[in-house]
């Protein structure tokens, strides 16, 4: 079937069975790869994306349910502080887990510009890291909180 | 220089098998050793920009192929920065002295009033139109290394020791940067049905109830006991793979039981019993003290299922990995395949971060066992995230039982080390198999038990022996003739069970003794090194004011020297119990010779802390039926975001001492000082990891 949807600002329409996960849909019908397999099974949170303003798994969620409606992935993040801060701060050591981090990163920010320290350890507790970049990753998150800040005051 | 060339060099003479000057102005460095996320590959590129003088932007650095980069074996046990560096050190420093020389003698001058910069060389400060680019020719480029170059001086260096930032980083948090993101033209994707153990066969499986399951188009290879489902589209394969364990009926499958996963199954098994170190003495001469500690077997648990692709056209096979040595992995492919070394190419591709021997290499080789078969084509085989946890290889459930013999006032006199573990590592080139390769037809005999040598830094053997200075000190390792399950290299092998033995025991010894843990640390320890780290650490965490504990708030120290050869590192952690651990501070002091890049040290540092914290309060592989059965994250939990520590690292500044890798250095220590704040908490001493919440309510029960 076609499904029609919104990712990164740009409307699509996939032929694909409904019950395809928006996770391949992402990677190999559109061929965005930012949003990553790690279990298929809602608890590692390698695929996170944010559909309408949301951080939600796209590993095993229908891409039916997500016709009609705005799904941003971390291709769309190149011009966000999020990108640049991870850079700065070198938040990752692999870096597998990372751009799925970045979009609950996304998706807290766009709701709350000063996150506390532990508002952004409980956004994440959706995500596991193998490597043990995690203070990175947090550090990362204040930096780029900071950065809007500044950018909304100046 | 005195020592001998670096086994990289051996192994690979020619200058132009590492650098090449390309005609865009570029440099073009290639070295063996990989990026497994330890940021090898930027600091071995500042080596070499250093000792060159050529800025850092102009290197292209080509790692892991079989091609076009030299073999230097695997990349493992903090030995990229170790070995490689130290090789591409003196290859450059080779090179530029070479160019420098000849130049000389044609502008009529001395060496040594030759300067470079930006890989242009200026005579007093003068350009002479002369570079690396247009100065250096074939006959540079096909010597041999003689190794005899001096390096600069570190106390010049302008780029190593500065924390420049990643190449590799910005693809992987913008979008494709992974092997999983490799698209090939007549990409095929392929799931592989999975043999459940060795020598089981398959007896029948139902095609069509799969096909059923899978809706949509795929072919079935099956090659002996080996099926994979192989399709365009990724969703049709994978819903086949997780429909045909369900369908398909396997004879002769290993039966396994919970007590397998224990590290003491070990000790009811056959071993092949080695000793190192001081005879026994004929009588203990004194007070005997003995504790046994175990870790159980733990998983790698990358965060990505592992991933292969291999493309088979006109007689050669090229295959992507993110094996940690594309050299060995070439090796098993061609005995495997009936294939010649010179008909395959494998090319590295970055996985995720695994810290040892997962499935990278077997599902390379399932991706060229399809690839036989479907000529022309790309196969890309990707694991599924619960044939990553069932089939990778584990570390090694690993036993530790130490003996001391304490004189009248306390003081070991004669020390023990007793070891019972399965093999640390079952890479091919210590005997052990490729998975795929035992269900292929004419499958490989059962793995041999084996164990990297001493000379190799030991595996069950590894940190084994203290440092400390008693005077009489031995091993006796049990090394098991057979695995429940594969078992390989993860972090530092047999480092981690036997430091949180050792460091534990020591523990323990001191306050039988009624002395201080540091202090009874320092009075046993005449390395100096060591010393300052253990005083650096406990003055940062204000070990003096620990108090006498037993409030459910603990404190604890340890340390190792990694491999009682490499980088040493100091850690104490400060910990609270509530039913379970949570470890809420801890403090690193690390010790790895020249720092090449500060920032990757204490990424590897911290990261190897976080990882240990990890497997010592949570992680074990369960064992049950045809093998592993903690198969997701909720039957093999790893820390969670709410539970990391805040850490505070301080690295010694040792530019005049060789460089160390720092991957390894503070996992032991790290889940010692766990074991040892837990007993200074709560009073119990928790002897077998992980330290769970049942474990702990059982000792406190027991206590
Ligand atoms: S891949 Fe979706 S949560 Fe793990
Ligand atoms: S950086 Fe490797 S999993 Fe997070």
């Known amino acids: 079937m076609s499904i029609e949807l919104t990712v990164n600002g740009q409307t699509v329409s996939v032929q694909a069975a409904g019950d395809t996960p928006l996770l391949d849909v992402l990677r190999n019908h559109l061929e965005l790869k930012g949003s990553r397999y790690g279990c298929g099974l809602e608890q590692c949170g390698s695929c996170m994306v944010v ?15 997500v016709a009609g409606r705005r799904v941003e992935t971390v291709e769309s993040l190149l011009d966000h502080p999020l990108h640049q801060a991870f850079l700065d701060e070198q938040a990752g050591q692999c870096a597998y887990c990372v751009s799925g981090i970045m979009m609950t990163a996304k998706a807290l920010l766009d709701a709350n510009k000063s996150p506390t320290r532990d508002q952004i350890v409980a956004a994440l507790d959706s995500h596991l890291c193998r490597c043990g970049a995690h203070p990175r990753i947090i550090r990362a998150i204040e930096r780029a909180a900071n950065v809007l ?4 005051r100046s | 220089m005195s020592e001998t060339l670096p086994l990289s060099i051996q192994n690979n003479r020619r200058m132009e098998k590492w650098l090449r000057f390309q005609a865009d102005r570029t440099v073009k460095l290639a070295v063996g050793k990989v990026e497994i996320g330890q940021a090898v590959l930027i600091a071995l590129t500042q080596i070499a920009a250093e000792e060159l003088d050529i800025a850092l932007d102009r290197f292209v650095t080509i790692s892991g192929d079989t091609a076009d980069a030299p073999d230097e074996g695997s990349t493992s046990s903090s030995q990229s920065i170790e070995m490689s560096g130290r090789s591409v050190r003196l290859i450059t420093a080779e090179f530029r002295a070479r ?18 910069e930006d890989g242009a060389f200026l005579l007093d400060d003068e350009p002479t139109g002369h570079d690396y680019w247009n100065f250096s020719g074939d006959e540079d480029f096909a010597a041999d290394i003689s190794g005899t170059a001096q390096p600069k001086d570190p106390s010049t260096y302008k780029i190593v020791g500065k924390p420049i930032p990643r190449q590799d980083l910005k693809a992987k948090i913008s979008g494709a940067g992974f092997i999983h993101d490799i698209v090939r033209p007549d990409m095929l994707h392929a799931r592989v049905l999975r043999q459940p153990s060795r020598e089981a066969t398959l007896a029948s499986y139902d095609e069509a109830a799969i096909r059923r399951a899978a809706r949509g188009e795929f072919q079935v290879v099956r090659v002996g006991n080996f099926v994979a489902f192989v399709g365009a589209d990724e969703t049709t394969v994978q819903r086949a793979a997780v429909a045909a364990p369900n369908h398909a009926v396997w004879k002769n499958v290993r039966q396994l039981t919970p007590a397998h996963q224990e590290a003491a199954w070990y000790a009811t098994q056959p071993s092949d019993d080695r000793f190192v170190g001081d005879p026994v003495p004929e009588t203990d001469a ?21 991933c292969g692709l291999a493309e088979w056209r006109d007689g050669h096979l090229q295959v992507w990995s993110h094996t940690q040595g594309v050299y060995p992995l070439r090796n098993s492919l061609a005995e495997i395949l009936g294939l010649t070394r010179e008909q395959i190419v494998v090319r590295h591709a970055h996985g995720a971060g695994c810290y040892g021997h997962n499935g990278a290499d077997d599902a390379a080789v399932d991706a060229a066992v399809i ?8 196969i890309r085989v990707q694991w599924r995230r619960e044939e990553e946890f069932a089939f990778e290889p584990v570390g090694t459930a690993h036993m530790t039982r130490l003996k001391a013999v304490l004189d009248a006032s306390g003081n070991p006199i004669d020390w023990t080390c007793e070891v019972w573990a399965g093999s640390h590592v079952q890479r091919p080139i210590y005997g052990g198999n490729m998975l795929t390769h035992e269900a292929l037809p004419n499958p490989p005999p059962a793995p041999k038990p084996n164990d990297p040598p001493e000379a ?8 084994g022996t203290p440092l400390y200075d008693f005077p009489k000190k031995r091993i006796v390792h049990h090394l098991s003739l057979t695995t429940p399950v594969r078992t390989s290299s993860l972090r ?14 020591v523990d323990e010894l001191a306050e039988k003794a009624g002395v201080d843990p540091v202090a009874w640390r320092l009075a046993h320890l005449s390395d100096p090194r060591a010393r300052y780290l253990i005083e650096n650490v406990a003055k940062r965490c204000n070990w003096a004011d620990r108090g006498p504990g037993g409030n459910g708030k603990g404190m604890g120290i340890a340390w190792s020297r990694y491999k009682n050869r490499a980088a040493y590192a100091a850690v104490a952690v400060e910990i609270e119990v509530d039913q379970e651990i949570r470890v809420r501070k801890a403090w690193i002091a690390a010790d790895a010779g020249l720092v090449i890049n500060p920032d990757g ?3 590897q540092l911290e990261g190897g802390l976080i990882h240990a914290v990890s497997m010592t309060l949570k992680e074990q592989v369960k064992i049950d039926g045809a093998g592993i059965a903690s198969l997701d994250w909720s039957t093999y939990p790893i820390l969670k975001f709410s539970e990391i520590p805040e850490i505070f690292t301080e690295i010694v500044h040792a530019p005049n001492q060789p460089t160390l890798g720092m991957g390894e250095c503070t996992f032991g220590p790290t889940a010692a000082a766990i074991g040892n704040a837990m007993k200074h908490a709560l009073g119990v001493r928790i002897r077998d990891m992980p330290l769970t919440r049942e474990r702990i309510a059982a000792a406190l029960l027991g206590g």
């Open chain 1, 51 to 65: 559909i309408d303003g949301k951080a939600e798994y796209s590993c095993a969620k229908d891409v039916s349910t």
């Open chain 1, 149 to 152: 800040r500044e950018g909304a």
């Open chain 2, 99 to 116: 160019v420098i020389d000849r130049l000389a003698r044609r502008l009529n001058c001395s060496p040594s009033d030759i300067s470079v």
């Open chain 2, 286 to 306: 004194g007070e005997v003290v003995t504790a046994t500690y175990s870790r159980p077997f733990v998983a790698h648990a990358a965060m990505a299922p592992s």
């Open chain 2, 371 to 378: 690839a036989m078969q479907i000529p022309d084509r790309c």
């Open chain 2, 456 to 463: 190799a830094g030991g595996g069950g053997t590894r940190n």
């Open chain 2, 492 to 505: 530092g092998l047999g480092a981690l069970p036997n430091v949180y033995a050792l460091e534990c025991f």
């Open chain 2, 601 to 603: 040290a204490a990424n």
